[in-house]
């Protein structure tokens, strides 16, 4: 699974942005997706993940009630739809894609992930 991570840009801060993944070589499905996100000088942390059968939806609280996962089957893309964006939220963001995420309640670990997307910068202005 090649994954190719786009939508990144500069927004002021209460902003909005979509950033989309797209998976190739194969299907994503049988795996689960996610988002990670790594700021200047700090260590990369998860931001949200949706398992393999779409039906369960995990968040960093961090970013609960403002960030949202979807998904096009048909389009082998996940979207990480960011709203009321903080300056805090300036990383640069990466798509990942794994099989059984949830195995011992680890879908937050990075380690759970062993595809990963180049990158996308994110930048929000105050």
């Known amino acids: 699974v090649q994954l190719q991570a786009s939508g990144g840009g500069l927004v002021q801060a209460g902003g909005s942005l979509r950033l989309s993944c797209v998976a190739s070589g194969r299907t994503f499905s049988g795996y689960g997706m996610g988002w990670f996100r790594q700021a200047p000088g700090k260590e990369r942390e998860f931001v949200g993940a949706v398992n393999e059968s779409g039906g369960r939806l995990y968040y960093a609280d961090s970013v609960k009630g403002r960030f949202t996962i979807s998904g096009d089957n048909a389009k082998n893309t996940v979207y990480l739809q960011m709203n009321s964006l903080k300056p805090e939220d300036t990383a640069v963001y990466y798509c990942?894609?794994?099989?059984?995420?949830?195995?011992?309640?680890?879908?937050?670990?990075?380690?759970?992930?062993?595809?990963w997307g180049q990158g996308t910068q994110v930048t929000v202005s105050s």
């Open positions: 990942v894609a794994g099989r059984s995420i949830e195995y011992r309640g680890m879908w937050w670990m990075a380690n759970r992930y062993e595809h």
